[in-house]
């Protein structure tokens, strides 16, 4: 299976571009969904994370207090290393059976920390989604209702992004308008189509 990892900062609009290719009738694999199945009620990383955190950090229906979790991390590296040594091996083996069992002629793993973690050792090809950090700011504060400080602290734990687009086989520039956006995601699609096919021929 020729698979195709999606990424771009916060706010590049990796989940249109995402949409745009599903409408075409490919599978896409979010790993922020898989992040969050994996810490739903019942799931052993939720007791683990309660036992590590204190059950404070449940909300009162049993579900993970996201936002609480999300300030204790980013305030302290430690707890966000613990954190990421429980879920990344349990969210990776998920991503890879959902990637397998897609019947897409690609499959797509749409990812923001794709190349942050080993995810992009799961794809063939790398799609970077980019927009001018401003954007990306604008975007997400419009959007999350977050405060510019929070955004820039989740932007600066992502890798930047020159080393983003440095990683990428493939760009799609979505600083424009959703028109053009479209067609360029159209074009991807064309030549992922292509790879996969090679990838099968060979």
Known sequence: MFVAGLTGGIGSGKSAVANLLQEQGIVAVDADQVARDV???????????????????LLPD????????????????????????????????????SLHA??????????????????HSLVNHVIVVDVP?????????????????????????????????ARADSIIDNSGNLQSLR??????HQTLLQLAQDLRDS
């Open 62 to 97: 049993g579900t993970l207090d996201r936002t609480q979790l999300r300030q204790i991390v980013f305030a302290d590296p430690k707890a966000r290393l613990w954190l990421e040594a429980l879920l990344h091996p349990l969210i990776r083996e998920r991503i890879q059976a």
């Open 133 to 165: 950090e401003e954007t990306q700011l604008q975007r997400t504060v419009e959007r999350d209702q977050n405060s510019p400080d929070q955004v820039k602290r989740i932007m600066a734990a992502q890798i930047d992004r020159q080393s983003r687009l």
């Open 183 to 188: 067609t360029a995601t159209l074009q991807l």
């Open 102 to 119: 897609a019947t897409s002629p690609y499959s797509l793993l749409v990812s923001p920390l794709l190349l942050e973690t080993d995810q």
């Open 39 to 57: 810490v739903l009620p019942g799931e052993p990383a939720l007791a683990q994370i309660a036992q590590h955190f204190g059950t404070d950090i």
